[in-house]
């Protein structure tokens, strides 16, 4: 069927069928995926495998714009806008403790954040997106990206490869654990936080242990560090603002009996305000280097700063946030809070007004609960379905064709 008006609004419902049907090739890919994770750079054979899929689909342009990143173009033939829809591919070095049996078969790799999931459901879009391209108008563009899981992140390689040129609006999604399967999260203005990450050597002067005043302790001085970093959220930032300051390595000393020269503490810091997040590595330093001089030691302090906070243009969450509770019902929608987890989504986001959507995967009564980046993490397979299911809606109404 090829026609020029627009399509009646039941051919939606019936791609929605389709789309419903397609769930168990979905769940095969997905499984297919989990088995063969590659962690982030390193997505050679998963890039393989999509490309290979996409070459079955027929009628698409594939585009590799980076070593393991994969783009396909499907153009209506109408003119209209570019849409883009983003999977990330990458997979975590974390050793899998599930005893399934689509369990990963590589030693210390697992996708145990879901984008596997992602992957598939991307894939079962393209399929169906492709044999209904006479419900489309535009562009609709897939970035199959890599390496979302280690900054500097995938996503901007692809920006400067030109992935997102001529993109008018971008959307993604993400599988959440701790959200009950079924349910669709969407998050107007911020959403996820800006992840930056620091070091700080404190250096005092070592010795034995049974002369302490002829040393300078790093461990001890090292101990205030932490305890006083604790005011940075809770006495210098407005309550009010998000704002997350851990420690989470403390390394020092290898013997009982000797003080070591110095101690590393390193940790991240997130932030949802571009002020915030230029005056927190600022407090920090200053409270560094006061206890250190205090104490007579000096110290080293760094700040890598990680991805951009994810912020969902407004506008474009209020027409997805439309479409899902007419096309899903009220009660689909999740009333979800930001979280001060990152993502590189927002490289995308600096380019076209985006929204990142969160699909529900966690069933405590299956015991599916357990946080992302565990050795446990699962998914209920049935959130394929509805990220499809999403995807699809968004897509068919985002380019007018219905
Ligand atoms: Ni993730």
């Known amino acids: 069927m090829t026609t020029a008006v627009p399509a009646p609004a039941h051919d939606a419902a019936a791609v929605l069928l389709e789309a419903h049907q397609l769930a168990p090739q979905v769940i095969a890919w997905r499984r297919a995926l989990h088995q063969r994770p590659e962690v982030a750079f390193h997505e050679h054979e998963t890039a393989r495998f999509i490309q290979q899929v996409l070459e079955q689909i027929g009628n698409l342009e594939i585009s590799r714009p980076t070593a393991t990143s994969v783009m396909a173009r499907l153009r209506s033939g109408r003119p209209g806008p570019v849409l883009a829809v983003r999977a990330d591919i990458d997979a975590l070095p974390i050793h899998e403790e599930n005893d399934i049996e689509y369990r990963s078969q590589t030693d210390g790799a ?6 596997d999931g992602h992957t598939a459901i991307a894939l079962g879009l393209v399929t169906l997106l492709a044999r209904h391209r006479e419900l489309l108008r535009g562009e609709v563009r897939f970035l199959f990206q890599h390496a979302e899981e280690l900054s500097p992140g995938g996503a901007e390689e692809m920006v400067r490869q030109g992935v997102m040129d001529g993109v008018d609006q971008v959307i993604g999604l993400h599988v959440w654990s ?12 911020p959403a996820m936080a800006a992840p930056d990450t620091f070091e700080c050597t404190i250096i005092g002067k070592g010795g034995h242990a049974a002369i302490p005043h002829g040393t300078v302790d790093p461990i001890a001085i090292g101990a205030q560090v932490v305890s006083a970093l604790q005011h940075v959220v809770a006495r210098t930032v407005d309550p009010l603002d998000p704002v ?11 013997a009982f009996n000797v003080i070591p020269n110095t101690a590393y503490l390193a940790g991240t810091i997130r932030t949802f305000d571009p002020a915030l997040r230029a ?38 969450t209020a027409k997805l946030t439309e479409i899902v509770t007419r096309t899903f019902g009220a009660d689909t929608l999740i009333d979800m809070r930001p979280t001060m987890g990152g993502e590189d989504f927002s490289a995308f986001q600096q380019r076209a007004p985006g929204v990142f959507a969160f699909i529900g995967a966690g069933n405590v ?17 049935r959130s394929l379905d509805t990220g499809l299911q999403y995807l699809t809606a968004a897509t068919l109404h985002l380019l007018g064709a219905v």
Do not use: K
Request: net charge negative; hydrophobic share 45%; aromatic share 8%.
């Open 244 to 254: 997350v300051v851990s420690v989470t390595q403390f390394i020092a000393g290898t």
């Open 365 to 381: 009564e299956a015991g599916i609960d357990f946080p992302h980046h565990h050795p446990r993490f699962q998914i209920d397979e």
């Open 110 to 115: 697992m996708h145990a954040c879901g984008h």
């Open 279 to 316: 005056t927190v590595p600022a407090t920090m330093e200053r409270i560094i280097a006061g206890i250190t001089s205090a104490f007579g030691a000096t110290y080293t302090f760094h700040v890598e700063p990680g991805y951009r906070p994810v912020v969902n243009d407004p506008a474009l």
């Open 178 to 189: 701790a959200m009950p399967v079924g349910r669709i999260g969407l998050i107007a203005g």
